[in-house]
């Protein structure tokens, strides 16, 4: 111990958002967010975590891994990030486990520098003032003129320089619909805006090879997921015959998965999601790992809290600043950063990450 009280406790807690209508991109259609808020006291301050995850992060927390956080020394996040680690090991590491980890791991870095008195960022190691961030939506259920509003507002209201769209409707069946939109969308916002698309594993790889080349004439510039995450050697064919840069990763839960990402020279970008790859402890670690390899990480989604750890590696591309999670954080959180110049700026004069949820606000999206 360092002469403090070990951790009192943990609470966990989910909230389920509903949209106002059904969202699709390439293979899926959603109409809520769930989001599972995690809570850790210790000597009389708290830390705060969250996942966009179902419902099961909070059974796993209440369940598995609150046991193994509480009485623990709360600078030693770790010690408790491989105790979790240890825990889950029969209810499998992947997925909803490495999801509850990230967001008791979160809390735990949250309360760590909270009783440390220093921001987030400062105590992992800053080295920026500022995280680049781009607009993201653009999803297969807009129409045209939706489509167009909403990446125009990024690109031309908020002066965000790069905007993200999906493709791949209706699981790559359509792609010559996927090309017009994207031609469409090129001709609004002008050739000053970058441009990025996101087919969510939709396509073939052969499929993938034909979209991508037609994207040259049209300064595509990220090709998100062509295939699946899975299929790695995939991801390496369309890299090879395509102009613009690959990027996967979200669907990464382990610094083993992301290993196997950039060995097989996969992508030209690791996109990596803090609230899935089990928390800051692991995305750091992937960080590293992608600057060993030359490549440069990408936070994928949950951009209010990878604000602070993208703001402590030197190999960062950019975060996206995604139009569900903007929604929610401000729904559920007071502190929640706006974008300022195409960058999201860390509130310094707050210990932590400076999130903090608001309880009266939320209370109506909790979960029985």
Not at 332 to 338: H, R, T
């Amino acid at each position: 111990m360092t002469g403090r009280s070990g951790i009192d406790r943990v609470d966990a807690s989910c909230y389920t958002i509903p949209l106002s209508a059904p969202e699709s991109d390439g293979t899926l259609t959603w109409d809520h967010t769930d989001a599972v808020v995690v809570e850790i006291f210790s000597d009389g301050e708290s830390g705060l975590g969250y996942t966009f995850g179902p419902s099961a992060c909070q059974v796993l927390i209440d369940d598995m891994l609150s046991k193994e956080i509480v009485g623990r020394d709360p600078m030693n996040v770790n010690g408790a990030w491989e105790a979790m680690v240890r825990a889950v090991r029969n209810a499998g590491r992947p997925g909803i486990a490495s999801m509850a980890i990230a967001a008791v791991d979160i809390a735990l870095w949250d309360l760590k520098s909270k009783l440390l008195g220093v921001p987030l960022a400062d105590l992992l190691g800053r080295v920026r003032d500022a995280a680049p961030v781009y607009g993201s939506g653009g999803f297969t259920s807009l129409s045209d003129s939706e489509l167009v509003c909403q990446l125009a507002g990024w690109a031309q209201g908020d002066r965000i320089p790069s905007v993200k769209m999906k493709i791949a409707v209706d699981r790559g069946s359509r792609p010559s619909e996927d090309v017009q939109r994207v031609e469409l969308v090129r001709e609004a916002l002008g050739g000053e805006v970058g441009l990025m698309v996101d087919a969510n594993g939709g396509y073939s790889r052969k499929q993938a090879v034909r979209v991508g080349q037609s994207f040259r004439e049209l300064g595509v510039v990220w090709f998100e997921e062509p295939v699946s995450s899975d299929d790695l050697s995939g991801l390496s064919e369309v890299r090879q015959l395509c102009d613009c840069d690959v990027a996967a990763g979200e669907y990464g839960y382990d610094l083993a998965y992301f290993d196997r990402l950039v060995t097989h020279e996969a992508v030209d970008v690791v996109q990596a999601d803090v609230s899935r790859c089990a928390g800051i402890t692991e995305w750091m670690r992937i960080a590293a790992l992608a600057a060993g390899h030359g490549l440069e990480i990408s936070g994928h989604c949950a951009q209010s809290v990878h604000l602070h750890p993208a703001c402590a590696v030197s190999n960062l591309r950019h975060l996206e600043y995604f139009a569900d999670h903007i929604t929610v954080d401000h729904l559920l959180f007071d502190g929640v950063p706006s974008p300022d110049h195409g960058c999201l700026r860390p509130d310094l004069t707050r210990a932590g990450h400076g999130l903090l949820l608001k309880r009266a606000d939320a209370a109506r999206y909790r979960r029985s």
